[in-house]
């Protein structure tokens, strides 16, 4: 630094010091309306966008994609494209120690290898275009680690390929050419081009990451939407989310109330004596960490099955606390339940059902427990519409549009059907077997086969029917 140079500092640095800021309440005062600001935009995020709800950790769930947190992804999925590189091969401590220590050490070694006196930023152009580069390379690393994943090897394979270029080899050719520039600045040349060039490598580096980066994207749009898991978050829709489950897991060998003693119409274990479980000698004497060790890991003894994932049966680990909480909530007369909504939204006069909006969540609720693969039900599964329709063996007399000796109304209604090749055997026995249907449930019912039997809200409305209204009595003279 010369002499003239060094005197125009000290003449600024004085100016400024005699202009000065005090500490208190200068400095302190803009650090509160920063920190209010951060304050705000947190409590903005966190009110209307969220974090969305996850089920509890589960070991046995395999198909579980783990992922760090936001300010991670980047190391995340630095860490799975380097991987990638056939000389370098997947060494985690490469990513996890090594690439962050040489950050770190950068940033302490700074003032040792950036000595220039200049401080505006015109004058900075090798620091601005490096860490620039970086932090968009860190946030295009954080957008590719959000996209879903491929659903084939062939596209993942593509996909790889296409990140590995946008989120290594590019920011990795511009911060080369960057260092080399800065390592070789000599002369004319440099003194002419110092602010273009890094500026225009730097541009055209940073065009080339996000244009990548949208290719991306964009084939990322096409990729099938990962399966939603629902996540009851309220103590009601816990409890909902229970009734369900129990009806198609539970409500087969005790029950729909919990109540029976004796099993019926299961086979390897008719007449099998049980203890209804809502009893007080069940709820009672158990605590939660009890039922759901005797829900996950069954009792082979006693004939029933395991059913959490990790022992061979359907439920997760929410999905098993939510029966217990169902339990609790139901039977348990420590607890006071909340109101629980209705299981479908009531029907008004000449209003017809839908599939979607009345009869899934009752199918699911009374009939799914019996009526799905595996179980002994005439081959007439309800799980899905077309199963509805569709399954079953006598699947021509099932459900016949417009028809109220339909076996399925017989049945709902405690009429069952007869084999008419033995008319003293049943063929179908009343449904559910274990239950009696309310008779709001058996309306939506029949208004629903006698309409057509619409799928969908919008088929169901094009078929309502306003009733007719009753004429006014004439008043008698």
């Not at 209604?413 to 239950?435: C, F, R, Y």
Request: proline content about 8%; hydrophobic content about 45%; glycine content about 6%.
């Amino acid at each position: 630094m010369n002499e003239e140079t060094k005197k125009k500092i000290n003449e600024r640095y004085q100016q400024e010091l005699n202009r000065g800021e005090f500490f208190w309440p200068d400095s302190i005062f803009k650090d509160l309306i920063v920190s209010l600001g951060i304050f705000v935009v947190l409590l903005l995020l966190a009110t209307f966008v969220g974090i969305a709800a996850e089920p509890k950790a589960d070991p046995a769930d395999t198909s579980y994609l783990p992922r760090p947190e936001w300010y991670f992804l980047f190391l995340f999925k630095f860490l799975a494209l380097y991987g990638q590189i056939p000389v370098i091969g997947k060494i985690e401590w490469l990513a996890t120690v090594l690439v962050p220590a040489i950050g770190i050490g950068l940033l302490t070694l700074l003032p040792l290898l950036d000595k220039s006196h200049y401080r505006h930023y015109s004058r900075r152009i090798f620091a601005l275009t490096t860490m620039g580069t970086v932090i968009l390379d860190i946030v295009l690393l954080t957008v590719m680690a959000s996209l879903p994943v491929p659903p084939d090897a062939e596209e993942l394979a593509a996909s790889t390929t296409l990140q590995a270029i946008g989120g290594l080899w590019i920011p990795a050719a511009v911060l080369t050419l960057l260092v080399l520039i800065y390592a070789f600045r000599r002369g004319m040349f440099w003194e002419s081009t110092r602010r273009s060039i890094p500026l225009w490598i730097t541009v055209a580096g940073s065009l080339a990451m996000v244009a990548m980066t949208v290719v991306i994207s964009a084939r990322a749009a096409a990729y099938p939407k990962p399966e939603e898991v629902e996540v009851a978050s309220t103590l009601v829709d816990q409890i909902v989310a229970g009734q369900d489950l129990y009806s198609v897991q539970c409500v087969e060998c005790h029950g729909d109330d919990g109540s029976v003693a004796v099993i019926e119409g299961v086979e390897g274990l008719e007449g099998e004596e049980i203890t209804p479980i809502n009893s007080t000698d069940v709820l009672y004497t158990l605590t939660d960490s009890a039922m759901y060790e005797v829900i996950a890991y069954g009792r082979p003894n006693a004939g029933m099955t395991p059913f959490g994932k990790a022992y061979g049966g359907e439920l997760s680990r929410s999905e098993i606390d939510y029966i217990i909480t169902f339990m609790r909530y139901t039977w348990d007369d420590r607890f006071e339940a909340p109101e629980i909504p209705e299981l479908f939204p009531p029907l008004a006069a000449g209003e017809v059902p839908s599939y979607d909006v009345h009869i899934a969540p009752i199918v699911k609720r009374y009939c799914v427990s019996c009526h799905r693969a595996g179980k002994d039900n005439n081959n007439y599964l309800m799980t899905t519409y077309e199963e509805i329709l569709t399954t079953g063996d006598q699947v021509d007399n099932n459900i016949i549009a417009g028809d109220m000796n339909s076996y399925l109304l017989q049945v709902i209604q405690g009429t069952p059907i007869m084999d008419p090749a033995n008319p003293t055997e049943e063929l179908i026995g009343v449904m559910p077997p274990k239950s009696v249907l309310k008779p709001n449930v058996v309306d939506v019912f029949i208004r629903w086969i006698m309409n057509g039997m619409p799928r969908t809200a919008e088929e169901a409305a094009a078929l309502f029917v306003e009733p007719t209204p009753e004429p006014e009595a004439t008043p008698t003279p």
